[in-house]
């Protein structure tokens, strides 16, 4: 063979190994749609091929989700999904040498007949287990969210393929395994040593760890989504308001559109140039701002270590020491004092973004389940300005002994008891009852939706946030006295008999209070019973607010209190049980049969008439404070009736404009931003949450979803906007389009927007929303052509008639005459729930 001859071989077989060698011309990044038979393309421009070419195991099932919840924005890659019964593997050619990001998508619905309950399963990527006894059905529940996004970061491995192994679950029969959707994107190494928080000498080394996305935040700017992300890595930054605990909101800055980042040496797929181009800080005052701290809470799993990765770049100063800071990491000094953190001391100028990585281990006792990060002007630096600033935030698990999987959530034991729910109920429709912050609020939400400010603020400085046990009412409590002649006292031996020892199979919910039980009293009367936690942060004062405000008040529209335990340092408060459970399990993230349009209607009547009470029906203004889907109950006839008055508040009249100064509190989402602004509390405040619950059973989304973009985040700004529009059409819920009388719609829209007024002067009595509501109703049943009803006065009606919202005898009480003395002669009417005799029921 000549050296001609030799030379085209060699490039022959030069060719051969470009073209056909895995880890060169096959590995590339992919977007899976599991279980899908064509190529699609998502909003976003992604496009997702069928994973049948990468699926390695036969005997596996397609299957399309039976149910599009309205929540989820894109079909794809959600809606198809592939169902395993036996371990399954999928092979993915990549590069060995290079890091990789894995995304799995999950939307757990229901699939070929299968109960997605029965998904318990376990996936391992290569030799690295991402989830354990995984149950996507749970972790939903508990975010509140329809579908999930799993993301890591998979360290190199040397190995041209990528395995991705699911198993269904050993531990749970019937079990099975799904996945909807796969992504795997190459990126190049931006991890490499962090410094281990409370050891300064000690570092974590991140660049051979895998890793779990946890968080990933633009601090003080919009989300930005994965099409915005920088180096192709198509990863989403949400908004960091969530996340912040308190009050202590700071202000957020922004660079002007043409200010430049200037990467220089860092790699620009670090973060996109929007995360540097905005920021939270405390603001300008600083003597207010070396008092208080801008503080985020996390939570998180226990046991691991978390990489906090912290964004900085600044571009308003140019100068070292014009800002200085410090930075703690679950109470633990990150950087303070003569190692202050200074952003132009880090980059090296102004518009040049830094980072700086921090591991710390969480385990009960350092942190429990959550991740804070507080920041504070240092004085010790004597900088120019005191304040403090962050751009960007990410939080990565790092796996220990090639493990990454925590465990499921534990949203309520309202899912882990449903067969137990199913026996006690008879009429096997679902059933519960959720008192309080209730519904699975937990994981990411909870520190946006629930967390107490007052309290939890005492618990980071270090003190007590909790009693260690109840204290007993009687003797140091003027609540026994006043409700003694108006509902019952239970003893302690009465409950646990009712509760079977409140057994966990007996809970049907959880809320801010406590759990709340199932139980029988008097030989077969349902009742729910919501027990106290020592470790909540509502106690002794919700619970004698709630006694001496139901004690004294009997309306149909309002959940009747049976009575009450404080017996043996419990305490106890029985409910008339509320078998259709709350308004927000009949609106999204439900397997529930879709409500009507004329059901929602007289669901949100009879919660106005309920309201309109408190205000004007009783010898005082009595304003809930927090109005919500989840304080909207419903019994088997689906009337609506107002529960939770733990944080109501009573006051004068109020029709000359009064209210009542008081620390603020309620759900964010639903909070009257007056009241945030001023702390003053009118019945108005009522009204505002009122109308983001109205809207909320128009769009059946959730009053905040921090998933969406920062336009979109909360619905009342989302629909007030989309009204103005003249585009509402596009966000109500699927299941309604072409249900609504256009006129109807008009004024049910019209009325929810007057209810959104910034001002509260601005804004409607809750007696012209239910007037409007009611007309609402006879506008679209005359459309329907089925019977026509008669709104009752706005001024101070009360609807007593039947189930179901209907009409009957509209009867027009005085406002302020109205009160428990009124009540005796309604006795033997059947209308109320009447516990006017002591011993009750």
């Known amino acids: 063979m000549n050296e001609k001859t030799r ?125 354990s006894n995984f149950s996507a059905a749970i972790t939903c529940q508990a975010l509140t969210q329809a579908y999930l996004v799993r993301e890591y970061s998979l360290a190199p491995t040397l190995k041209d393929v990528l395995t991705i192994t699911l198993t269904p679950s050993d531990k749970h029969p019937k079990a ?90 860092m790699p620009v797929s670090t973060a996109p140039a929007d995360v540097y181009k905005t920021a939270r800080s405390q603001g300008p005052n600083g003597d207010l701002n070396v008092k208080s701290n801008l503080t985020w809470v996390f939570q998180v799993d226990t046991n691991f270590t978390y990489i906090m990765r912290l964004h900085f770049c600044e571009f308003q100063q140019s100068k070292i020491n014009q ?27 102004k518009g040049v973004p830094t980072y700086k990585d921090y591991a710390m281990y969480v385990d009960t006792t350092n942190g429990g389940e959550e991740v804070s990060l507080q920041m504070t002007p ?26 990454l999987a925590g465990p499921n959530p534990k949203p309520s034991d309202m899912k882990a008891n449903e067969d137990a729910k199913k026996e006690f109920r008879g009429d096997k429709r679902v059933t519960a009852f959720v008192i309080g912050s209730a519904g699975g609020v937990a994981a990411v939400l909870l520190c946006a939706l629930c967390f107490t400010m007052y309290q939890r603020k005492r618990k980071f400085q270090g003190s007590e946030s909790y009693t260690s046990s109840w204290l007993p009412l009687y003797g140091n409590s003027h609540t026994s006295t006043i409700s003694a002649g108006l509902c019952r006292r239970f003893s302690l031996s009465e409950i646990k008999h009712g509760t079977q020892n409140f057994d966990e199979s007996n809970v049907i919910g959880v ?136 944080l109501s508040k009573t006051g004068p009249d109020m029709n000359a404009g009064g209210h009542v100064s008081t620390v603020v509190k309620g759900s964010f989402g639903y909070l009257d931003p007056e009241y945030f602004r001023r702390q003053q509390l009118t019945e108005k405040s009522d009204v505002y949450s009122f109308g983001v619950v109205l809207f909320e059973i128009l769009c059946a989304r959730p009053a905040l979803n921090p998933s969406l973009p920062k336009e979109q985040v909360s619905l009342g700004d989302w629909a007030l906007n989309c009204k103005r529009k003249g585009n509402l059409d596009d966000i109500i819920d699927p299941n309604l389009k072409g249900k609504i009388n256009a006129e109807c719609l008009k004024k049910f829209a019209d009325t929810a927007e007057k209810c959104l007024s910034d001002s509260g002067l601005d804004r409607p009595s809750m007696g012209d929303v239910l007037w409007n509501l009611e007309f609402a ?43 428990v003395s009124d009540l005796s002669s309604e006795e033997n009417s059947g209308i109320f729930s009447q516990i006017v005799n002591p011993k009750g029921r």
Request: proline fraction near 4%; hydrophobic fraction near 35%; charged fraction near 20%.
């Open 176 to 265: 099975f395994a799904f996945i909807n959707g796969i992504e795997v994107i190459e990126m190049p190494e931006l991890f490499d040593t962090a410094v281990l928080v409370g050891f300064a000498d000690q570092t974590s080394d991140v660049k051979s760890a895998n890793l779990q996305t946890m968080f990933r935040v633009n601090v003080g700017g919009q989300d930005i989504p994965g099409s915005k992300d920088s180096g192709g890595l198509t990863r989403t930054w949400y908004n960091d308001a969530p996340y912040i605990f308190s009050a202590g909101l700071g202000v957020t800055l922004q660079a002007s559109d043409n200010f430049r980042i200037d990467y220089q040496k």
């Open 323 to 349: 800002k200085a800071f410090n930075i703690y990491i679950n109470n633990k000094t990150a950087q303070a004092d003569a190692e202050a953190a200074d952003i132009i001391a880090w980059s090296g100028g």
């Open 378 to 403: 240092s004085v010790f630096a004597k900088p120019e300005y005191l304040d403090s600033q962050l751009n960007g935030l990410e939080i990565f698990k790092m796996d220990t002994m090639k493990n």
């Open 511 to 646: 809320g801010g209070f406590g759990k709340v039980y199932k139980g029988v009293i008097d030989g077969g009367t349902k009742v729910a019973i919501k027990k106290s936690n020592p470790n909540s942060e509502q106690g002794l004062n919700e619970f004698e607010t709630e006694i001496e405000l139901l004690s004294r008040l009997r309306h149909k529209h309002l959940v009747s209190l049976i009575g009450y335990c404080d017996d043996g340092g419990e305490m106890c408060l029985i409910y008339d049980y509320m078998s259709l459970g709350t308004l927000r399990e009949h609106l999204y993230n439900t397997k529930r049969p879709q409500l009507t349009w004329k059901r929602r209607l007289e669901i949100a009547i009879g919660s106005a008439r309920g309201l309109h009470y408190l205000h004007t029906g009783a010898k005082y203004t009595i304003i809930h404070r927090d109005v919500k889907t989840t304080n909207i109950l419903l019994d088997e006839n689906w009337v609506a009736k107002v529960s939770d008055f733990g």
């Open 777 to 819: 109703l006879q506008v679209q049943e005359t459309a329907d052509g089925t019977r026509r009803r008669t709104p009752s006065h706005g001024s101070a009606s009360e609807d007593l008639g039947g189930g179901g919202g209907g009409g009957g005898m509209a009867v027009n009480v005085s406002a302020g005459e109205h009160d």
């Open 7 to 131: 030379n085209l071989c060699s490039l022959i077989c030069f060719f051969y190994v470009l073209l056909v060698s895995p880890s060169q011309s096959n590995a590339k990044d992919v977007a899976l749609g599991c279980g899908a038979t064509e190529p699609s393309t998502d909003p976003d421009k992604k496009k997702w091929e069928p994973d049948t070419k990468f699926l390695k195991t036969p005997d596996t099932v397609q299957a399309t989700a039976t149910y599009q919840d309205p929540s989820l924005l894109s079909t794809i890659p959600y809606m198809t999904a592939r169902i395993f019964t036996a371990p399954a593997t999928y092979e993915i050619p990549v590069k060995g040498d290079k890091r990789h990001l894995l995304r799995l998508h999950f939307y757990p619905s229901v699939y070929t007949g299968l109960n997605i309950d029965d998904s318990y399963f376990s996936v391992a990527a290569n030799d690295v287990t991402l989830l």
